[in-house]
């Protein structure tokens, strides 16, 4: 039992060991120190420039370290999350990016918060600086480590960036075209009818404010009609940026994740109002591998029957067997031999090529499926009862309050087949009442007339069960896609979204101004434009740190290298000698700017007919 002496040594050890970290002395040397004797310790202490125990009392090493923590907390910090931590296995999209530069300017009013770092304290952050090198890639920068020195020694995070221009679209697309919602659209198109109006009018509501409430019960009614109207499945399919957003396997080039992944037809079709349901369940035991394998699936069509419903062999040994959720044991799985491949096939088979796949969180199924679909409706989206999008509404509930009926009961685990039928069925509410019905972010609200507390009655008094009438292979659409690369091409053709309003209009509704360099001047309409894309990169980079003072965010393109890699005869030595310039630029800006500054690096990726070759993004706050 150490005594109350040593209990003092023991804690003062600690704090001068701490003391020693937040003077930005490694973990190990902070470890020897304390482990050695205390005469080695107060000549270490001494031989170093600090004060020993006799010259400095313990309040004021509290005092000095107050003082660091208070400086800490003046200050901006991110990191990466710990999903997104090995590079090896994770990737972002530039709407990734798009996200953080959205929460950085806007903070807590921005739509999404990055999901793949974490920013804190945005609002000591001074400014936003981001520059984009065109055309190079994560290759570059692995082949070419000496030109790109600086950026890996001086930026602590980095992380891959999937190329937009395997899917037909400009980094500066994807970085400025916000999407908006479904509800946005609706407001906007209706407002744009109110200032189409004649002069007259116009005139008058400027004035009357009895016609202000006119427009506005006008603007609240249309919105009601177009949330409610009777929608097809067309309207529920996540579009591209719903996929990306809520984890789907897509089959892009170079995705480590996705590179054994299978597509679900050979070939698609374009989707109809017509084109069939079929509600998805997987259910998932965790391996050795340390990864969730599939072992049990049902598929349900929409007239509720299972269609498909197997129990699936792992590949691995199984570690656990998450009985309270997966239902299965051990014993369930003697005898079973089906495999996943067996699994792929057979769905392969049962579905359409126009199919549209419905389910609760479907990217998780499709994972342990290793398998591409493009057309999906996932319940998880197309309801929410938090009045928050990244917050889900579980499977569980929504069956509850909208099916009247409880599932996932008692501690035997979830039966795929039944949520599979629930998830349709919630479907088919939906379908039959609207947008808004059972989302209240579309102003659903609990109460309405649209507000099931049970299942529909019919003339007998009797509860319905809702079936759809089934749609026959022959009464749908054809128009089958080619296979190759129409096939991968068709993930993102088919379900991009049209409607965007730019990054630079969000930011100045949050009072923040933009500059930007090197870039396209089609941007020039909501933000001051320092030099287009045909300026040097010396002089981009100049006009990015002078401007820094007059503007929160600067968006800068160096070209230099892009230009020199579309050149017919370039050579290796050029290249280089442009890859170094281009981060000799980098640097100049970096130099230049004020502290508390987020500066993000971005190389665009490139692809040619050849291949593809994803970026790379760095981050620090100065």
Request: glycine share 4%; proline share 4%.
């Amino acid at each position: 039992m150490p005594s109350k002496k040593e209990k003092r040594s023991e804690a003062k050890k600690r704090k001068l060991e701490a003391l020693i970290s937040l003077m930005g002395e490694d973990g190990q040397q902070a470890k020897k120190f304390r482990n050695s004797p205390e005469k080695e310790k107060d000549e270490s202490f001494c031989e170093s420039g600090e004060l020993t125990s006799s010259e400095e009392t313990l309040e004021e090493i509290r005092k000095r370290l107050r003082e660091r923590q208070k400086a800490a907390m003046q200050k901006a910090k991110i990191f990466l999350d710990s999903k997104y931590e090995d590079p090896s296995l994770n990737a972002i999209y530039p709407m990734d990016i798009q996200h953080l530069l959205l929460y950085a300017v806007m903070g807590n009013v921005a739509s999404y918060k990055p999901r793949w770092c974490k920013l804190i304290r945005q609002v000591r952050l001074s400014g936003v600086v981001v520059i984009v090198i065109d055309s190079a890639s994560n290759n570059d920068v692995i082949r070419h480590q000496n030109a790109f020195r600086f950026l890996t020694e001086n930026f602590p995070l980095r992380i891959e960036v999937i190329s937009p221009s395997q899917y037909g679209r400009t980094f500066d697309e994807e970085l400025f075209a916000v999407p908006m919602s479904a509800r946005q659209v609706t407001l906007s198109t209706r407002a744009a009818d109110c200032n189409s109006t004649d002069k007259g009018t116009v005139r008058d509501f400027r004035f009357t404010a009895q016609t202000v409430d006119s427009v506005k019960s006008s603007v609240a009614n249309a919105l009601e009609e177009s949330l409610t109207r009777s929608v097809s499945c067309l309207d529920l399919m996540l579009s591209e940026e719903q996929l990306k957003l809520e984890g789907y396997p897509l089959p892009l080039v170079n995705s480590p994740l996705y590179s054994k992944y299978k597509f679900s037809k050979t070939a698609y079709s374009h989707p109809t109002e017509k084109s069939p349901l079929f509600a998805v369940d997987c259910e998932m035991v965790r391996t050795q591998t340390n990864n969730k394998e599939l072992v049990w699936i049902a598929v349900v069509n929409e007239r509720l029957e299972c269609v498909y419903e197997s129990l699936v062999k792992p590949r691995a040994d199984v570690v656990d067997y998450l009985t309270e959720f997966s239902g299965v044991t051990k014993k369930l799985l003697e005898n079973v031999t089906t495999s996943l491949r067996d699994v792929q096939k057979k769905l392969r088979a049962i579905l359409p090529s126009d199919a549209i796949l419905v389910g609760q969180s479907l990217g998780n199924d499709l994972q342990s499926l290793e398998m591409f679909h493009p057309y999906i409706i996932d319940t998880s989206v197309i309801y929410n009862l938090s009045g928050l999008p990244l917050k889900k509404t579980g499977l569980k509930r929504l069956s509850s309050e909208f099916l009247g009926r409880d599932i996932q009961m008692g501690k035997t685990g979830h039966n795929p087949r039944e949520d599979a039928i629930a998830t349709m069925e919630l479907v088919l509410k939906k379908l039959k009442h609207g947008l808004e019905y059972g989302n209240v972010l579309n102003g659903w609200v609990y109460g309405s007339e649209r507000d099931p507390s049970s299942k529909p009655v019919d003339e007998n008094g009797n509860k319905e069960t809702l079936k759809a009438e089934y749609r026959s292979s022959e009464d749908r659409e054809s128009g089958k896609v080619e296979n190759g690369m129409m096939q991968r091409k068709f993930f993102f053709q088919q379900t991009r979204t049209s409607n965007c309003q730019s990054l630079f209009k969000l930011a100045k509704r949050s009072e923040k101004s933009v500059a930007l360099a090197g870039f396209e001047t089609r941007w020039a309409e909501e933000a001051e434009i320092l030099g287009d894309k045909d300026e040097s990169d010396r002089t981009i980079a100049k006009q990015t740190y002078l401007s820094k003072a007059d503007h929160f965010c600067v968006f800068s393109q160096l070209n230099g290298f892009g230009r020199e890699l579309r050149q017919p005869h370039n050579c290796n030595n050029c290249l280089m000698r442009s890859m170094q310039d281009v981060v000799k630029q980098v640097k100049r800006i970096v130099k230049h700017l004020p502290e508390n500054n987020l500066v993000v690096v971005i190389l665009s990726g490139r692809s040619d007919a050849n291949s593809t070759q994803n970026g790379l993004c760095f981050l620090k706050i100065l």
